[in-house]
């Protein structure tokens, strides 16, 4: 796909090159950014943490990632939001969207396949549940 | 009427037996008590439905009128010219007046039948608004209650996967704080299971509250939509 190829850095690590697979985490929490940070890292991404939803598309345009983790519940713009315009937008839309969020109903999910939402994993999730939905697109 | 409680208060001891001899020949009859006007004491109103007052003196009358809680029916017979009845009225507005006419038995079971009926619903009313107020008081804690489960899985995602980054290097744990984190690491999982149970529960009342709701706006449509 091509985010394998556009969202991707190579860097240099001793011995040989690593393929970091940038994952764009936007959540209004620092706490919960860090945490995810923590658990993605080790597994070979390379990711960054965004607290504010209105600074998205900006800062796609320069991260290019090959995935993001959105949050729903967030001041000024919410995730359902972010997903419904980043999926409307001939630019973003092929960027793979995970919604992480404590909205756990199922009418929640529902909203979040209806905004283009291409996973969704509710929180609390364990490392295993998050890594699993991350996989799946980079 | 079968569960009812009436006074009957009067000094002419024949009222009081004929009244409650008519009252027993009815199907349903309430409980009856008959009492001398001079041993009325205020606070046994609270224990009656309905007081039916007979003949008695009358500073007696005025006595017990106005020891009378307002939530109680009265039935006052008295004669059909009684001159103070007038003044009665409009100085007790629920007191009702049956004429001590040839049929004043019948009458009076008429109209105690309503009045008891009347304090029933009062009742059930009553009973039925402070339920309200109940479920009221129970619908908010239970909202409050969705509202913070968001802030809850948010502090037990902290929790879970902060004891999962420290699980995966344990070789740099002590035995024992390893044992502490996993344990940590599991009651977190069973925090979660019991907040997902509880957001089962919320969404079945939910959605049962929906049915009954919509039951009962598509009732008058069924009702019109009849030949």
Not at chain 1, 34 to 50: A, I, N, V, W
Not at chain 1, 51 to 79: F, K, Q, W
Not at chain 2, 8 to 28: K, P, V, Y
Not at chain 2, 202 to 224: F, G, I, V, W, Y
Request: proline content about 4%; aromatic content about 6%; glycine content about 4%.
């Amino acid at each position: 796909m091509a985010a394998d190829v556009h969202f991707s850095t190579v860097e240099y690590s001793g011995d040989f090159f690593v393929l970091l697979k940038k994952v764009l985490i936007v959540d209004d929490s620092p706490a919960q950014v860090k945490l995810m940070q923590g658990l993605l890292d080790p597994e070979g991404y390379q990711s960054f943490g965004l607290n504010d939803p209105l600074r998205v598309e900006e800062t796609i345009a320069t991260l290019h990632p090959s995935v993001i983790l959105l949050d729903v519940v967030m001041p000024d713009r919410n995730g359902f939001q972010v997903c419904r315009e980043l999926k409307g937008s001939a630019e973003f839309q092929s960027i793979p969207v995970i919604l992480v969020t404590s909205k756990d109903t199922a009418s929640d999910k529902y909203w979040g396949e209806q905004q283009g939402a291409d996973a969704y994993v509710t929180k609390p999730f364990t490392r295993e549940e998050l890594l699993r939905a991350v996989r799946r697109f980079a | 009427m079968k569960n009812a409680n009436v006074l009957i208060l009067t000094d002419d001891s024949e009222f009081g037996r004929l009244l409650s001899s008519c009252w027993h020949a009815e199907r349903q009859a309430p409980s009856i008590a008959v009492l001398n006007s001079s041993l009325w004491k205020a606070q046994d109103a609270e224990a009656f439905d309905l007081v039916v007052l007979g003949p008695v003196g009358e500073a007696n009358l005025s006595k017990i009128l106005s020891s009378l809680n307002p939530g109680v029916a009265v039935i006052l017979c008295a004669p059909a010219d009684f001159r103070e009845m007038q003044q009665l009225r409009s100085r007790y507005p629920r007191l009702l007046h049956v004429p001590l006419r040839d049929d004043w038995t019948q009458t009076l079971v008429l109209v105690a039948g309503e009045s008891l009926r009347r304090v029933r619903a009062g009742r059930q009313a009553k009973q039925a608004i402070s339920r309200a107020a109940q479920s009221e008081r129970e619908a908010v804690l239970g909202r409050y209650m969705a509202e913070m489960k968001h802030s809850v899985n948010n502090a037990l995602t902290s929790i879970l996967g902060n004891a999962e980054l420290l699980l995966l290097e344990p070789g740099q744990l002590s035995a024992q704080s390893l044992h502490q984190i996993k344990t940590m690491h599991s009651m977190t999982l069973r925090i979660n299971e019991i907040m997902q149970r509880f957001s089962s529960l919320s969404s079945e009342m939910r959605e049962a509250e929906n049915a009954s709701q919509a039951e009962t706006e598509d009732l008058p449509e069924s009702l019109s939509t009849r030949p």
